[in-house]
């Protein structure tokens, strides 16, 4: 069993209907050296983050701690929008957080697919930053719902599952927020 502590990253400069790979906020920034604070007891755990700016953003602080570099890992980047306009984009993703997996596209799917691999491929206990909807992949798949969205972890909150074959299993969800994903 593989034990996984899934952060979602801090809150950024720009939502997703802003900015393609925004920064993180000064909000932001402080709460990952808050999240590294409280992850730092456990480690040091080897760091998986997006390649997106916000989550590299949110994991440097824990890099520094426990003096490790992240690896960083495409499949568990931010849910794929294939919009180039930025407003339409958002719009697209509201329609997209209402929906059940099963009634999405197949690039969408492949995406899940792809988020759920590169998780249970984890072969140890680790701290992997990322996106809002890549969490909610996993806790879906944990919970067998397959909601697009089955909570809403805030900024920088600590969702742990554990991996067991493949399987993946909650632990405990992280803090829930009203968080502004849009």
């Known amino acids: 069993m593989v034990r996984l502590y899934l952060v979602r990253h801090g809150r950024a400069a720009a939502s997703f209907a802003e900015a393609f790979d ?5 909000e932001g920034r402080a709460q990952a050296e808050a999240v590294a604070e409280r992850l730092g007891p456990l480690g040091p755990l ?8 916000r989550t ?15 690896r960083v890992e495409p499949a568990v980047a931010e849910i ?7 407003p339409r ?3 697209w993703l509201r329609g997209i957080v209402t929906a059940r997996w099963p009634a999405l596209d197949a690039d969408l799917s492949a ?16 701290v992997v930053v990322t996106h809002f909807v890549a969490i909610n992949v996993a806790v879906g798949a944990a919970l067998d719902d397959d909601r697009v969205i089955v909570f809403s972890p805030d900024h920088c909150s600590v969702t742990v599952l554990d991996v ?10 992280g803090a829930e927020g009203a968080t502004r994903v849009l």
């Not at 925004?22 to 000064?26: D, G, R």
């Open 164 to 173: 067991a074959g493949g399987a993946l299993r909650l632990v405990a969800r």
């Open 89 to 91: 984009r958002g719009e």
């Open 111 to 126: 995406w899940r697919g792809a988020v759920l691999a590169a998780l249970a491929a984890i072969a140890e206990p680790s």
């Open 46 to 53: 080897p760091i998986v983050t997006s390649p997106l700016r």
């Open 22 to 26: 925004p920064a993180l906020a000064p």
């Open 56 to 70: 590299r953003e949110t994991a440097a602080p824990l890099e520094r701690r426990w003096e490790r570099a992240a």
């Open 80 to 86: 794929p929008s294939c919009e180039p306009d930025l």
